[in-house]
Structures are given as structure tokens and as C-alpha cells.
């Protein structure tokens, strides 16, 4: 979750091996897994503007030294050789269990320099855009946890792809402590040579009730 902007393509239908995944659940709305994952299709202009012009805030206020010295850290994982797409399912389990939504901390080289990167409220190119944006949100989550519920490669029109589904939970660092919550998962489509070219997200929860969870105070609410 790189922030909450912009617009997003439709992804391509995708055809799993060898089972259909369950649609992951966090609200009283169910998904419809006969249909592809849709991220952003139906989110506000308005919201993508607001969202994107946050996340810029963030970038022009952020420590440009801590950002260099976490980019030297990714740089010490870059010699990693993938053979097929189960080198890179590997990888991925390992750095889900690194949570590497809340942390940071993701294998950059499995990712193409130009990758995409999109969910319901955003979508922009290039990993090194990707770390920083996930950076920028680190120091906002408390408590946070994101549970790798299951993961699948497929092939859809000749092109490798990962399925992962997950659970995200955390608190915010506001004064009204929100609660995050939400159940997605994420596309990893690969190219020729195993390098993942695009890395979109769905939610079970539309672009605006996710960002109306963060103006929710928690006083209250569950975290289960």
C-alpha cells in the first residue's frame, strides 16, 4: 500500500492454477469473484487528487538522509537470482512475513526498474518511487500487522502472474487513533525474464470507505 491516487487501468481477466481463490472479506460487502479485480474503477477524481497531493506533502517533508541510508539497505538485497515464478512466490511469502507493507522492507529486485504500481487510489511507474512511498508511511502506523493468507501463481494469455490475498491491520499515529482495516490482494504479473512489471492491489472496500476509516476515530471498533 503505497498511499492512498490517480487512476487505474482495468487489469486483464486472470485464470488461476489449479483452484479459483476464495474473495477475501473485511466488510459486510462481498466482492464478486467472477469478476476481475477493478482498482480504482469508480473512485472520485477529486479523491485521486487529494490523495496524490498528500502523498507529495509527505515526499517534500520526508528525511532525505533516512531515505538514503534505507535505499543502501535494499541495494545489499539486489544480487538475487530467480529462475521461474516459483524463485519468485518464494521471495514473495518472504517478504510478506517481513510484512513488508508496514515495514518497507521489500525485495527490489524481483521488480523491473519501470514496474506499475496501482490500487483503488493511486497508480504511478518505477520501484524506487514505490520504496519511498511505503516509507514515507511507516512512521504513521502503529500497531500494525498484514497476514499473507494464501498465495498462487497462474497464467493468463501466455503472461506469469502471483495472486496473493491478505489482511491489513493498523492503528494510525492521530489523535483519534483510526483503525485500518482492510482485506485485499495483490497481482504480481511477471515479464519474460521473472521481473515482476506490475503489482496491483484490490480491497474489499471502495477507495473512499477506505479513506474514511482514517478520519474514523476507534474508540470501539474491533481490530479482528
Known amino acids: ?49 487529494v490523495v496524490s497531493g498528500a502523498t507529495e506533502l509527505l515526499r517534500l ?25 516459483d524463485d519468485v512466490v518464494t521471495i514473495l511469502k518472504s517478504d510478506y512475513d517481513n510484512a513488508y507493507f508496514v ?11 519501470d514496474c506499475i504500481f496501482e490500487d483503488p487510489t493511486i497508480r504511478f511507474q518505477g520501484k524506487e518511487l514505490y520504496s519511498r512511498n511505503l516509507k514515507l508511511l511507516v512512521p504513521f502506523f502503529d500497531h500494525p500487522s498484514i497476514g499473507l493468507q494464501k498465495i498462487e501463481k497462474g ?45 496491483a492491489e484490490s480491497w474489499n472496500v471502495s477507495a473512499l470507505e477506505a479513506i474514511g476509516q482514517i478520519f474514523t476515530p476507534s474508540f470501539g471498533r474491533s481490530s479482528a
Request: hydrophobic residues 30%; charged residues 20%.
Open 1 to 49: 500500500m503505497a498511499a492512498f491516487s490517480s487512476y487505474c487501468v482495468k487489469p486483464h481477466p486472470l485464470t488461476l492454477r489449479p483452484n479459483r481463490l476464495p474473495c477475501p472479506r473485511c466488510s459486510s460487502r462481498t466482492p464478486d469473484s467472477k469478476k476481475p479485480a477493478a482498482s480504482g474503477t469508480g473512485t472520485p477524481q477529486i479523491l485521486k487528487v
Open 61 to 85: 517533508f520526508s528525511s532525505s538522509s533516512t531515505y538514503n541510508k534505507n535505499r543502501v539497505s535494499d541495494e545489499k538485497r539486489e544480487e538475487i537470482l530467480v529462475s521461474g515464478v
Open 103 to 113: 515495514t518497507g522492507a521489500f525485495t527490489s529486485a524481483i521488480y523491473a526498474e
Open 155 to 199: 497464467m493468463n494469455s501466455k503472461t506469469n502472474f502471483v495472486l496473493a490475498t491478505w489482511k491489513l491491520r493498523t492503528y494510525l499515529k492521530l489523535p483519534w487513533k483510526p483503525l485500518i482495516c482492510i482485506d485485499g490482494s495483490t497481482v504480481y504479473e511477471l515479464n519474460g525474464d521473472f521481473n515482476i512489471v506490475r503489482h
